[in-house]
């Protein structure tokens, strides 16, 4: 697997857990979903099952994401996803991404 693919796959995954409302968080997983889901489609699915879980945070004031954010089950959540991501083989196309 490239490792420049791994990267940008993980920085476009990122963007949907800091955004800065979780209408904006569910519009990046949104586009990032229609960018991977043929390319890494267990990563997909992995994030989707527990995407309400993940975004829970920002139901509460946004001052306080960040210590939320990092000291609870949603790091947790989001280093499992990039583990299976990374050691599992979730990527099924392992082309060379190019951003369009």
Same mark, same amino acid.
């Given at each position: 697997?490239?490792?420049?693919?791994?990267g940008?796959?993980?920085?476009?995954?990122?963007?949907?857990?800091?955004a800065?409302?979780?209408k *904006?968080?569910? *519009?990046?997983?949104k586009?990032?979903k229609?960018?991977?889901?043929?390319l890494?489609?267990?990563?997909?699915?992995?994030?989707?099952?527990?995407?309400?879980? #993940?975004?829970?945070?920002?139901d509460?004031?946004?001052?306080?994401?960040?210590?939320?954010? #990092?000291?609870?089950?949603?790091?947790?959540?989001?280093? *499992?996803?990039?583990?299976?991501?990374?050691?599992?083989g979730?990527?099924?196309?392992?082309?060379?991404?190019?951003?369009?």
């Amino acid at each position: 697997m490239s490792q420049s693919y791994s990267g940008k796959l993980e920085a476009d995954a990122k963007r949907i857990i800091y955004a800065t409302s979780k209408k *904006e968080a569910l *519009e990046e997983f949104k586009a990032w979903k229609e960018r991977y889901k043929n390319l890494a489609p267990k990563a997909v699915a992995c994030l989707e099952k527990d995407l309400d879980s #993940t975004l829970k945070f920002m139901d509460f004031r946004y001052k306080i994401w960040a210590s939320i954010r #990092t000291t609870n089950l949603i790091e947790r959540v989001f280093r *499992e996803f990039l583990k299976a991501y990374k050691y599992n083989g979730y990527i099924s196309n392992r082309k060379v991404f190019v951003s369009g």
